[in-house]
């Protein structure tokens, strides 16, 4: 559960705006005097603090200032009349992470709430790397492709380079982007994450670089931008493949002067904000089509770490079907005696994946449900693969239908390359067959395919498959 603390002096006001957030599923310490919200602040762990700003003796500028000093991961939301805005402003400057006007609409309010705590949540839960442990969020898998992945994040953390991750859609760039700024000499400074693609275009601009009264039609006052927001910190910029050329523009001239000019004004604000870069879009192809900028993409591609996708290293799919079960176990209050069946396990194992391990994880978490507690069988993962729609091919399901599939996934964005992923995944049970045809004798299995046995040992390798067991 989420923990707020709200500081309002107005009894009544506060009495209302707990209710709400008490009604929505937040834990709730509300303090009417500020000198109390401010201790409770410095002792307690928060996801979010939301005070007023004029309150006798200890203003919420004052607890901004403190807090942004002493704590500059804890978010904290400005409420404050129209004739006080200027101020809030200047809040939002010295660390705030937004403000509302009073009184607060409560669907405008919880917006931001979710927001704001969302990103605390960013900041402040570690990502595990390399092990599943007890963490919420972790990168999972022992496979010589994620050593390497692991290795990059050691090598760049520390580093006061850009860095772009490159990885389909559902291959964990978020959580390594984490990984780096938590391991990072700004882990104690803001993170905050942009998502280029669910932000309309025209509002882009405004969300990363803030704009002026009067900028464009509903700009009736200064807001303050992202990069400004995370100034000392690190600001993951998502899905950057897909922003316009107008803002690429603009970013670049960031990346190389190390200032902001918010939209609709002349001030140059310098900002020292480590960027880090995440996209599933082929950048190089995009640059071919005029669509990415190539003196963006050398500014961005100081360290590259790419992400496997979950096709190249099936060995890992047991760990994570482990980590998973383990982790929704406990979030959904189930015993933990139903573990999934060794034949569950594999026939998992065998899937393509085309949305990577955030598929694998939806169907972990939905075969829990299906199970409701007990074993999750081989027949509990076909019917939550049925559910949710994941393509796979199966002696029911002809190639023109399956390749249907794969293409509406690819218009959705969740596939990148059609061609290579049916590909693999022809090939993956071409060999699966040969070798269990062959039971497990690599030479007879090659001469049938028409490759060296040194090219099936590889194959062998790259998908998984051991001759000892998919051939029995």
């Given at each position: 559960?989420s923990?707020v603390?709200l500081i309002?002096?107005?009894?009544?006001l506060a009495a209302a705006?707990?209710?709400?957030?008490?009604?929505e599923g937040?834990d709730?310490?509300?303090?009417?005097?500020?000198?109390?919200?401010?201790?409770?602040?410095?002792?307690?762990?928060?996801?979010?603090?939301?005070?007023d700003?004029?309150?006798?003796?200890?203003?919420?500028?004052?607890i901004?200032?403190?807090?942004?000093?002493k704590?500059?991961?804890?978010?904290?939301?400005l409420?404050?009349?129209?004739?006080?805005?200027?101020?809030a402003i200047?809040?939002?400057?010295?660390?705030?992470?937004?403000y509302?006007l009073?009184p607060?609409d409560?669907p405008?309010?919880?917006?931001?709430?979710?927001?704001a705590?969302?990103?605390?949540?960013?900041?402040s839960e570690q990502?595990e790397?390399?092990?599943?442990?007890?963490a919420?969020d972790?990168?999972?898998?022992s496979s010589r492709?994620m050593?390497?992945v692991y290795?990059e994040?050691?090598r760049?953390?520390a580093?006061p380079v850009t860095?772009?991750i490159?990885?389909?859609?559902?291959t964990?760039?978020?959580l390594v982007a984490?990984?780096?700024y938590q391991h990072s000499?700004?882990a104690?400074?803001?993170?905050?994450?942009?998502n280029?693609v669910?932000i309309?275009?025209?509002?882009?601009e405004?969300?990363?670089?803030?704009?002026e009264p009067?900028?464009?039609?509903?700009?009736?006052t200064?807001?303050i931008?992202?990069f400004?927001?995370?100034?000392?910190?690190?600001?993951l910029l998502?899905?950057?493949?897909?922003?316009?050329p107008?803002?690429?523009a603009?970013l670049?001239r960031?990346?190389q002067?190390?200032?902001?000019?918010?939209?609709?004004?002349k001030?140059?604000i310098p900002?020292?904000?480590r960027?880090?870069?995440?996209?599933?879009?082929?950048?190089?192809?995009?640059?071919?089509e005029?669509?990415f900028r190539?003196?963006?993409?050398?500014?961005?591609?100081?360290f590259?770490i790419?992400l496997?996708?979950l096709?190249d290293?099936p060995e890992d799919?047991?760990e994570?079907v482990r980590?998973?079960?383990q982790r929704?176990?406990a979030e959904?209050?189930?015993?933990?005696t139903?573990?999934p069946?060794?034949e569950?396990?594999?026939?998992?194992?065998q899937?393509?994946?085309?949305g990577?391990?955030?598929?694998l994880r939806n169907?972990?978490?939905?075969?829990?449900l299906l199970?409701r507690?007990y074993?999750?069988?081989r027949?509990?993962?076909?019917?939550?693969?049925?559910q949710?729609?994941?393509?796979?091919?199966?002696g029911?399901e002809?190639l023109?239908?399956?390749?249907?599939?794969?293409?509406?996934?690819?218009?959705?964005?969740d596939?990148e390359?059609?061609q290579?992923?049916l590909s693999?995944?022809v090939e993956?049970?071409?060999f699966?067959q040969?070798?269990?045809l062959?039971r497990g004798?690599q030479?007879?299995?090659?001469g049938w395919?028409?490759?060296?046995?040194p090219t099936?040992?590889?194959?062998?390798?790259k998908?998984?498959?051991?001759?000892?067991?998919?051939?029995?």
């Amino acid at each position: 559960m989420s923990k707020v603390l709200l500081i309002e002096d107005e009894t009544s006001l506060a009495a209302a705006l707990q209710r709400v957030l008490e009604i929505e599923g937040y834990d709730v310490i509300a303090a009417t005097d500020p000198a109390e919200g401010l201790a409770a602040a410095r002792k307690g762990n928060f996801h979010v603090v939301v005070t007023d700003l004029k309150m006798p003796g200890i203003s919420g500028m004052d607890i901004i200032k403190e807090l942004h000093e002493k704590r500059p991961q804890l978010p904290v939301i400005l409420m404050t009349g129209h004739h006080t805005t200027e101020a809030a402003i200047e809040a939002m400057k010295l660390g705030a992470y937004d403000y509302i006007l009073k009184p607060p609409d409560p669907p405008e309010f919880l917006a931001l709430l979710e927001k704001a705590v969302t990103n605390s949540r960013l900041m402040s839960e570690q990502v595990e790397v390399g092990q599943a442990g007890f963490a919420k969020d972790a990168i999972v898998g022992s496979s010589r492709l994620m050593q390497n992945v692991y290795k990059e994040i050691g090598r760049v953390a520390a580093m006061p380079v850009t860095v772009l991750i490159r990885g389909e859609t559902g291959t964990g760039k978020e959580l390594v982007a984490r990984a780096i700024y938590q391991h990072s000499d700004r882990a104690n400074q803001p993170f905050i994450e942009v998502n280029c693609v669910a932000i309309p275009e025209n509002l882009l601009e405004s969300e990363l670089f803030g704009h002026e009264p009067g900028a464009f039609t509903d700009a009736k006052t200064r807001r303050i931008g992202r990069f400004e927001q995370a100034n000392r910190g690190t600001i993951l910029l998502d899905e950057i493949g897909d922003m316009s050329p107008r803002t690429q523009a603009k970013l670049l001239r960031v990346l190389q002067d190390r200032m902001i000019q918010r939209l609709g004004g002349k001030e140059t604000i310098p900002v020292d904000v480590r960027v880090i870069a995440a996209t599933h879009r082929n950048l190089e192809l995009a640059i071919q089509e005029k669509q990415f900028r190539e003196d963006l993409y050398y500014r961005l591609n100081h360290f590259v770490i790419t992400l496997p996708p979950l096709r190249d290293r099936p060995e890992d799919i047991p760990e994570l079907v482990r980590y998973f079960f383990q982790r929704y176990t406990a979030e959904l209050g189930f015993p933990t005696t139903g573990t999934p069946t060794a034949e569950a396990v594999e026939f998992l194992r065998q899937q393509a994946w085309a949305g990577n391990v955030r598929e694998l994880r939806n169907i972990v978490r939905k075969s829990l449900l299906l199970a409701r507690g007990y074993s999750i069988s081989r027949e509990i993962i076909d019917r939550a693969l049925a559910q949710t729609g994941t393509p796979r091919p199966s002696g029911d399901e002809t190639l023109a239908s399956y390749i249907s599939e794969l293409l509406a996934r690819a218009e959705r964005g969740d596939l990148e390359n059609v061609q290579s992923a049916l590909s693999e995944i022809v090939e993956k049970e071409l060999f699966r067959q040969a070798i269990k045809l062959a039971r497990g004798d690599q030479t007879k299995a090659a001469g049938w395919i028409g490759v060296s046995r040194p090219t099936m040992k590889d194959k062998l390798l790259k998908y998984g498959l051991h001759p000892s067991r998919d051939g029995s």
